[in-house]
Structures are given as C-alpha cells and as structure tokens.
C-alpha cells in the first residue's frame, strides 16, 4: 500500500505570513496532485506536477514536485484568511495502468488556519 | 454547467438500516469514483466505475457495501445494515478517461446512532 504522509498536520498563522508544508512518501509518482477543500465542501484541484523537480505557480501558491517524484512541497506567499482549508496530496503510482484505471491515493490532509 | 450532484447531503440513521447514497456525475464524464473521508483515515477510494462498469472495488470496506451504476448520469452506494463506524462523509467525484481532473461533489454527511 502507497501512503503519502503530510506535515504538519495542523498550521495555524498571521496573515501575512510566509508557509511551507510536505508531501512525502517512500514510493514513486508519476504524478500529484494538490487539493484544497473548505468545510461543507469536495476537494477542488489546485495542480498537478509530472516531471521530478517540476515547479508550478498559483498566484501565490508554489508547489514544487522532489527529483525522485517522491515527495513534494507546497509554498504560501503572504497567507491571507481566505487559504484556511484543508489542503490534500495525491499521488497517482508508476505502477498504475493507463489514465483510465489510474487511481489516486490521498494522504491525510494539513488543516490550515489563517488569522486576519 | 452543474457540477457533481449528490444527495441526500445529510443523513442521520439508526445502526442497522439501510442507506442509500446517490450521486449524478458531470455530463460527458466516463469514470467515477466513490470515496470515503473520516479524520482517523482521511480520504479513501471505495469503488470507481469506467463506463459504467466497476473497475476496482477492492476499496469497499466489506459486503456490507454495494454500488451501481446503472446508466451514465447515476450511481448509488447502498449500506446493508448500517453501522455506527460507518460513519463518514462520503464523496463522488467524476472525471473523463484521461483523468487530468477529478471533480469532487458536496459530500453525504452519513451518521449512523
């Protein structure tokens, strides 16, 4: 079985203030995905990184995918109140088939609060 | 365009009945999935569907757990009797075969007494 472990498990800070949190896992991706999800809601797709040390922008948002396609990372510039939410990782394997019966394992999730 | 549609979005039950979960995934869309989010598990893949037809189950937690797809706007997830440990929320999402995106619906809040 794949796990993908996120760190910290819970964040809370000042808006404004600069943040980095962790996806890591021992086996090998060929892909991850970012999720953020607000309370009483799905996840919603934030991106998706392929290739090892790949780096994506979202406004404020960096996420940065390891060499090995282990692990990854996500950077939050200036967090302002309305990044409070769950963020989810989630990785689909090497093994997998093709896209169509590829299947994603999420890790648990890092509870993020934003203070005004 | 609606997203994902699910219902009902709340369900409050006693141990031993049976409940229905129903999902309408986004028209077009060729898979979907059921997933099941607590916080001692996070979110976990039960069953996803390739047109129309389950391709892996081996998620569902036991046979307690089934789940069809009639046609191509509907599926369910039945529990046959209903535990309390079966409380969870559950998730659709749909998605096309390339599976660049999957699209979450709102989630069934499910609470078993």
């Known amino acids: 079985t794949q796990l993908l472990e996120q760190s910290p498990q819970f964040l809370s800070i000042q808006e404004g203030e600069n943040l980095t949190v962790y996806c890591n896992s021992s086996s090998v991706f060929s892909s991850l995905q970012w999720y953020r999800q607000e309370p009483g809601e799905g996840p919603v797709l934030l991106v998706t990184v392929v290739t090892g040390g790949e780096v994506k922008k979202l406004k404020r948002l960096t996420f940065q995918f390891g060499d090995a396609r282990k692990d990854s990372s996500l950077h939050i510039t200036a967090a302002q109140p309305g990044d409070t939410g769950l963020y989810l990782c989630a990785g689909t394997s090497d093994t997998s088939l093709t896209g169509a019966n590829s299947k994603l394992t999420f890790g648990k999730g890092i509870t993020l609060s934003v203070r005004p | 365009d609606a997203g994902v549609i699910q219902s009902p979005r709340h369900e409050v039950t006693e141990m031993g009945q049976e409940v229905t979960l129903r999902c309408k995934p986004i028209?077009?869309?060729?898979?979907l999935f059921w997933y099941r989010q607590t916080m001692m598990r996070g979110l976990e893949l039960l069953i996803y569907f390739n047109n129309n037809v389950p391709i892996d189950d081996s998620g569902m937690p036991e046979d307690r757990f089934s789940a069809k797809m009639p046609n191509a706007s509907f599926s369910t997830l039945k529990i046959q009797p209903s535990e309390p440990r079966d409380s969870a929320v559950y998730f659709c999402a749909s998605s096309d075969l390339r599976r660049e995106t999957q699209y979450f619906g709102p989630g069934t809040r499910l609470l078993v007494l």
């Open positions: 028209s077009g869309h060729n898979s």
